[in-house]
């Protein structure tokens, strides 16, 4: 019993139909002005939030694309300005939000979040740019969603590979935060909560892919695990993604499913049992080698040595030897070792 929690400021707006609230969300804000931001296929929800608005939208831009390339930042910096923006609402997966937090970054402007998957950027302060191929990342408040609109409803288009993927991405982010420096108590409670509703929803989709409980379920589920993010810092797991995502442009759901067993056998963590993780998996048919998800075998030493010379707080030390191991278990797809990998 020995923690800081900073609690964010967020006003979180959940429930089936609640797209229809996001107008009531700009009046609350005192909004007049605001440009609505989707990737190209969440283009219609964007139009859908833009219609609702009527005079008080700016305009839409439905060009998100993933990893937030800083092109598309600066154009959507740009029309911002042009249109005289005085707010952004963000349509979409943590493509679309990462835009948003963008144009928030440099120009200021409060972003209205609507997720429509469960990556969690929404819930965090943490922003990302990739240009020349190299992602930057960095943590400023003025970046973090004023407001978050959560409308399960959205979430049923999600194919269920795309839904499985991206709910164990937000499992990802609970069950690092059980062992980050900064957890406490209240970290531990969202993220057994936004675990358990997770693990128990995503079989529910998988089996119904129509299931609106399921579907509500684990949208609840992602919000408790993206606060747990937007409260800690992050460790090995997300440093690996990070670097095989950034580095490799793999995939951003599928790699953090099959790099998870791995990097909490690779740390010893119990919740959620990297075991039954794997096992989960494998029957709801998520990709588990990143073979198989495009990385060369070649490519193991690169990442290792990029990863292991990185700093970052994670409960077992890190070492260039245990990640190519790690690694090499994951990128072949092997079962991740009941007792973490070898110690070195
Ligand atoms: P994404 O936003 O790129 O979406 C993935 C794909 O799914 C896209 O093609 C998108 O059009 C589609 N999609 C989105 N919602 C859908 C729906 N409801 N139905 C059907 N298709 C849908 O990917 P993502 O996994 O949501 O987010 C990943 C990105 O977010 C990465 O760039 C990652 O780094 C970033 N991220 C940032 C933070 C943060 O705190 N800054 C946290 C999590 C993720």
Redesign the pocket.
Known sequence: MNFVYEALPMRVVFGDGALSRVPGEISFLRLENVLVLS????EAVGKQVAEALGDRCAGLLPE?A???PVEVANRAREVAAELGADGCVAV???????LG?AVALTHGLPVVAVP??Y???EM?P???LTENGVKR?GRDPRVLPVSVVYDPS??R???VG?AVT?GI?AVAHAAEGRYAPDASPIVSLMAREGVRALLAALPAIAGRPDDAGARADALYGAWLC?AV??ATTMGLHHKLCHAL?GTLNLP??ETHTVVLPHALAYNGAAEPSPAELWELEGRLGTPRSLRELGMAEGDIDRIADQVASATFPNPRPVTAEGLRELLHAAWSGREPSPHGQRRT
């Open positions: 990737g190209p296929r969440q998100a993933m990893h937030v979409g997966g943590g493509s679309a939000i990462g937090k429509t998957t990556a969690g950027s965090t943490v922003w990302g990342t959205l979430t288009s999600m194919p795309l991206s991405n993206g993010l937007g995502g951003h759901a």
